[in-house]
């Protein structure tokens, strides 16, 4: 199938609840979560898993966290915290409302949605090329959140997609290759000093 076909087929799969709870919740489990300090989260619609229990864990452990947020020229990761006041942004996608710009270099882990992914990392978008171009200037570690009925073999793959690093769904989660190096360097203690600094302009 070509992108518009996974598309239009994924977006008549049925969405659960429960198994968006199961999605996080097996991601929570991971053993290498609990070193995600500097994460780039986004807020989900209503055909996406939801992202509010790992939200609560990371800030719960005063992680900082940054969401995507609207700007002039596409879009930039904008910080959150427990006193965050939000709105709604493009698309009915929720979305701070000030705006604490953070340098995408500076995330460890950015959590990624999408309409469908497969086993080898790849990811197809709605079609606008958002999240790739937010993803471009990242080591972090790529971290797609999926429902297994949102699986395919292969998703079709541009030059400029990026693929994933590891791929969650509610009955399992897979490393896709080159996972190994950025989760080692995660477990290592990549910490606030390395890399850029966590705002950005």
């Given at each position: ?6 598309r ?30 500097r ?24 992680a ?12 930039g ?15 009915d ?104 600094e966590?705002?950005?302009?």
């Amino acid at each position: 199938m070509n992108k518009a076909q996974l598309r239009a087929n994924a977006r008549r799969q049925p969405v659960s609840a429960k198994k968006a709870d199961a999605v996080q919740r097996r991601l929570l489990s991971e053993d290498w979560w609990p070193a995600a300090f500097r994460v780039g989260l986004y807020c989900a619609t209503a055909t996406e898993p939801a992202t509010d229990l790992l939200m609560r864990d990371l800030l719960s452990r005063r992680a900082q966290v940054a969401v995507p947020k609207a700007r002039r020229t596409g879009y930039g990761w904008c910080e959150v915290d427990d006193e965050t006041q939000w709105q709604n942004g493009p698309h009915d996608i929720l979305e701070p409302v000030q705006s604490r710009w953070v340098s995408a270099d500076a995330l460890r882990v950015i959590v990624v949605p999408g309409v469908a992914f497969d086993l080898q990392g790849g990811r197809l978008g709605h079609g606008g090329g958002h999240y790739d171009r937010l993803l471009q200037h990242t080591g972090a570690l790529l971290v797609g959140m999926t429902f297994e009925n949102r699986l395919v073999a292969a998703v079709p793959q541009a030059s400029h997609d990026v693929r994933m690093d590891v791929i969650v769904t509610e009955k399992r989660i897979r490393h896709a290759a080159g996972a190994e190096q950025k989760m080692a360097r995660l477990l290592a203690g990549w910490n606030a000093t390395d890399g850029e600094e966590w705002r950005g302009t």
